[in-house]
């Protein structure tokens, strides 16, 4: 399995400095950015270096940027960065937010690194973390407020679609969903990003809310811890 390359942007010098000690003594990690400040981060990314960041771990608060700020950047010229917030200021009416915002997990400050650990993983496999009570929490807040899809006919989606959806939400890379489906990877992504563009999500995360919506999945079968 190749190496997880990390970035590390936090305000608190005491954090990145244990974060990149603790990830150095973990096989398959490897830090390979880390500051204090956000428009480091814009230089590193600008550089266009040949390191690439599969994962970025990223405060809200900060002194010179503001963290919401650094996502919204990020996803706008990075977008295959796949970004963790950890932040103090967790709080799970902000849950909805992040994820229309792009993030892959909003995780709060605190929690254990081994845990930290275990999700970079899922997140680098399948492009997102949430467990049961934030997709509780996702399913309350984003049916409330999102728009409701321009085809509203069980013809949405194809049955192959609805597979694939499935799949996917059972965490399922594009490679292993190819595998038990008898196709291509390249066809795979294809099928994803159709289903993304019909559906109006930008993620995995907003599939898993669409797929409860509509009943494809249920949440007692999502394997997520």
């Not at 999700?119 to 949430?130: A, H, L, P, R, S």
């Amino acid at each position: 399995m190749e190496k997880i390359n990390l970035a590390l942007v936090d305000d608190d010098y005491l954090i990145v400095t244990l974060l990149k000690s603790f990830f150095a003594q973990v096989d398959g990690f490897d830090v390979v950015f880390d500051t204090t400040d956000g428009h480091q981060l814009y230089k590193f990314l600008e550089q266009k270096n040949e390191v690439i960041i599969d994962v970025l771990l990223l405060d809200l608060k900060m002194k010179t940027v503001d963290g919401l700020e650094v996502l919204k950047q990020v996803k706008i010229k990075n977008p295959e960065i796949k970004v963790i917030v950890i932040s103090s200021h967790y709080q799970d009416n902000s849950i909805g937010f992040m994820v229309k915002e792009g993030v892959a997990a909003f995780l709060p400050k605190g929690l254990s690194p081994f845990e930290l650990v275990d999700i970079i993983k899922q997140v680098q496999q399948t492009g997102f973390y949430f467990n049961n009570e934030q997709i509780l929490i996702l399913r309350e807040q984003i049916s409330t407020k999102a728009p409701k899809p321009l085809v509203e006919n069980e013809d949405c989606l194809t049955d192959r679609e609805k597979e694939i959806v499935r799949l996917l939400c059972h965490q399922k890379t594009a490679k292993e969903i190819g595998e038990t489906l008898f196709i291509t990877q390249r066809t795979v992504e294809g099928h994803k990003n159709n289903i993304f563009s019909k559906i109006g999500v930008r993620n995995v995360a907003g599939l898993i809310v669409y797929a409860l919506n509509k009943q494809i999945v249920s949440l007692g079968e999502l394997s997520i811890n």
